[in-house]
């Protein structure tokens, strides 16, 4: 089916109607792989992707990676656009800007969260979210310190929003420092943030009756690193899942399990995550993740044929410097919640 037919059809079924007792409340985390504009920002890192920069990063090639992100998020969410969009990897306000007014999104709902940090390649982290079903709050950009020799990393972005239950769910989104010169070399970088991230979490469960917590993105880390078991404290769902829940202010990585969202010299890892506080997977409660959703999505637009490691591979925009007209080096993470409506 055209895609743009597909657009169409889909942007008639959120006419609204009448009100469902209860929703799938879809949430998405996605690293769209160096999302720049074409514009030189001198105080920025950012020349290679100009047009006169070694990656010959045009208009053209801008408002493709503009349409695919769009054909992604559409795909996600089949018929019901996803509520929560993570994405890292984002330059600007007029990436954002660009993605919910250039594409078939600016039929939606969607409105933006975006960090504006230090990060010497001017990239940040942002939100979209649904405001039918999310109504923003507060956000916040919280800065993690860096050692003395170390580059300045992405904010991470705290977000408040009111549900149509009533009550605030807060999300966090991060992109944790990266493992350029060395995994163990930078890994206390990675196990700082993860941290600073406990600590803010931990206050918002302090502050709420009801605490919902979400934390997504791309932690450049696996599973059992440190920064996750350790930092984050993060646990697995546990095999009786949702009876060996104990703890509702616990973090459990829905992701713990998954077979990888990212490909380095042919082996896949999952250093991409959603994590949530074990209020979010209390069946008594009214928004609640429904068991099994969470999965790595895979479609075969997103993918391509490994042809030096075998299998397959994320579709990327860039492969090292050549240009491959993809998606991104990494694939989007899905999980669905159960939402009660009043």
Known sequence: MNFFLFAVLLIGL??????????TFRVMSYNVENFFDTKDNPEKEDDDFT???????TPGRYHRK???TSQTI??????????LIGLCEVENDSVMFHLLHRTPLRHLLYRYCLTHGDDVRGINVALLYRRDLFRLLEEEAIRVPMGEHQRPTRPILRVSGQLSTGDTLDVFICHFPSRYGGEKETEGARLRAARLLKH???SIQRQRK????????DFNDTPTDRSLTEGLQARPLPGDFPAGISDPHAYYNLFHHARGSHKYQGDWSQIDHILVNGQLLDPRNPFRILPESAHVFAPPFLLKDDRTWRGKRPFRTYHGYRY???????????????LANP
Do not use: K, T, Y
């Open 51 to 57: 047009p006169q920069g070694i990656r010959a990063w």
């Open 14 to 23: 959120l006419v609204p109607g009448p009100c469902r007792a209860q929703q």
């Open 74 to 83: 559409f795909a996600a969410g089949e018929w019901n656009p996803p509520a």
């Open 324 to 338: 491959e007209g993809g998606f991104s080096d990494h694939l989007p993470l899905l999980v669905d919640f159960h």
């Open 210 to 217: 009801r605490p919902q917590v979400l934390i997504m993105g």
């Open 66 to 68: 503009l349409q695919q």
């Open 200 to 202: 803010r979490a931990d």
